[in-house]
């Protein structure tokens, strides 16, 4: 491919290095240093004028130190004449607070959007949204692909014949339903009451999971409260095996020390953020989305269909 350039933020290094190998591009050079008041320096290592150019950058740990070297980086690149400015950002910050749940509240979804749009952003490319409609936030063109297919391709290899597709909340149900069309399965739904920020207190599960393989798949897994008050209403329940998952594991806290503790039997997260070895453990498995990735890259920048790419969602296939 010609005219076209990676640039890799220091969020995720291991994921941009993983793109660009499927890609078969060079990664560009960039001098990213702080000064000692931790202001962000940035510059380009060549020459972008005219270029395609996609920033990889993603919001783990230190979301605020990574949105402003976003924001640097792309404005570096506006004023180096780069010739479209591609956002990949597989985790998007602040998409939970996408609206006033209390008066005198910000909506920090949409301010994000507002700063990366006047940044120089001409097109977003990011996975589970925490809610759909921030994609309207933006006056751009939003790429928004979905993470379970990616889990569910990874769970379809063990060829399990009892699943249960659980949804860990009633919000997640939509999520759920679609999963549970490419297997063919049923869906169960944990109602659950949140007594406050990470921390919920479960109340029931909804469907039949009793002697079931239940597949537990949330988008976000901060402190690990949420997700593993669902592993143990559905063990409660009856479940003879449980398989939880997300696409952002953050894993903040104790969360590690809860899924430890959990009655699940594997846990299976994507690479939209960053899971240091020291957060890993024996019932983990990290499923790359580099490739997808990549494959979306190519065809953005040869100004093909994306919809080609996600046929599964009408055939009711696995990707």
Same mark, same amino acid.
């Given at each position: 491919?010609?005219?076209?350039?990676?640039?890799?933020?220091?969020?995720?290094?291991?994921?941009?290095?993983?793109?660009?190998?499927?890609?078969?591009?060079?990664?560009?050079?960039?001098?990213?240093?702080?000064?000692?008041?931790?202001?962000?320096?940035?510059?380009?290592?060549?020459?972008?004028?005219?270029?395609?150019?996609?920033?990889?950058?993603?919001?783990?740990?230190?979301?605020?130190?990574?949105?402003?070297?976003?924001?640097?980086?792309?404005?570096?690149?506006?004023?180096?004449?780069?010739?479209?400015?591609?956002?990949?950002?597989?985790?998007?910050?602040?998409?939970?607070?996408?609206?006033?749940?209390?008066?005198?509240?910000?909506? $920090?979804?949409?301010?994000?959007?507002?700063?990366?749009?006047?940044? @120089? &952003?001409? *097109?977003? #490319?990011?996975?589970?949204? !925490? =809610?759909?409609?921030?994609?309207?936030?933006?006056?751009?063109?939003?790429?928004?692909?979905?993470?379970?297919?990616?889990?569910?391709?990874?769970?379809?290899?063990?060829?399990?014949?009892?699943?249960?597709?659980?949804?860990?909340?009633?919000?997640?149900?939509?999520?759920?339903?679609?999963?549970?069309?490419?297997?063919?399965?049923?869906?169960?739904?944990?109602?659950?009451?949140?007594?406050?920020?990470?921390?919920?207190?479960?109340?029931?599960?909804?469907?039949?999971?009793?002697?079931?393989?239940?597949?537990?798949?949330?988008?976000?897994?901060?402190?690990?409260? $949420?997700?593993?008050?669902?592993?143990?209403?559905?063990?409660?329940? @009856? &479940?003879? *095996?449980? #398989?939880?998952?997300?696409? !952002? =594991?953050?894993?903040?806290?104790?969360?590690?020390?809860?899924?430890?503790?959990?009655?699940?039997?594997?846990?299976?997260?994507?690479?939209?953020?960053?899971?240091?070895?020291?957060?890993?453990?024996?019932?983990?498995?990290?499923?790359?989305?580099?490739?997808?990735?990549?494959?979306?890259?190519?065809?953005?920048?040869?100004?093909?269909?994306?919809?080609?790419?996600?046929?599964?969602?009408?055939?009711?296939?696995?990707?």
């Amino acid at each position: 491919m010609k005219g076209i350039k990676l640039i890799a933020g220091t969020s995720h290094p291991e994921l941009a290095a993983k793109i660009a190998k499927n890609l078969n591009l060079p990664l560009t050079p960039m001098v990213i240093k702080k000064f000692l008041n931790s202001e962000v320096y940035v510059r380009i290592g060549e020459k972008v004028r005219g270029e395609d150019i996609f920033v990889i950058q993603t919001f783990g740990d230190n979301i605020n130190d990574s949105l402003m070297e976003l924001l640097i980086i792309m404005d570096a690149l506006r004023r180096s004449s780069a010739g479209r400015i591609n956002v990949l950002c597989p985790n998007l910050c602040y998409s939970r607070q996408d609206r006033k749940a209390q008066s005198h509240e910000p909506i $920090s979804a949409k301010l994000v959007a507002n700063l990366i749009t006047t940044a @120089g &952003a001409d *097109r977003l #490319i990011t996975v589970d949204l !925490h =809610a759909s409609q921030i994609q309207g936030f933006y006056d751009i063109p939003v790429d928004h692909l979905m993470g379970y297919p990616m889990i569910a391709k990874y769970i379809q290899r063990k060829k399990y014949k009892d699943l249960v597709i659980v949804a860990p909340d009633v919000g997640a149900a939509k999520r759920t339903h679609k999963m549970a069309d490419l297997f063919g399965a049923p869906i169960a739904i944990v109602d659950k009451v949140r007594t406050g920020h990470g921390m919920c207190e479960v109340a029931h599960v909804v469907g039949d999971v009793k002697g079931k393989t239940a597949v537990v798949v949330d988008d976000i897994v901060d402190g690990g409260g $949420s997700l593993c008050g669902a592993i143990e209403a559905v063990k409660e329940f @009856g &479940a003879k *095996r449980i #398989i939880a998952g997300a696409t !952002h =594991a953050f894993l903040n806290g104790e969360a590690v020390k809860k899924l430890k503790e959990s009655s699940a039997d594997e846990f299976v997260f994507l690479d939209t953020v960053p899971i240091p070895k020291e957060k890993r453990f024996d019932r983990m498995r990290v499923v790359s989305l580099a490739p997808l990735l990549a494959k979306i890259i190519r065809r953005i920048h040869t100004e093909r269909s994306l919809g080609e790419l996600f046929k599964w969602e009408d055939e009711r296939k696995i990707l």
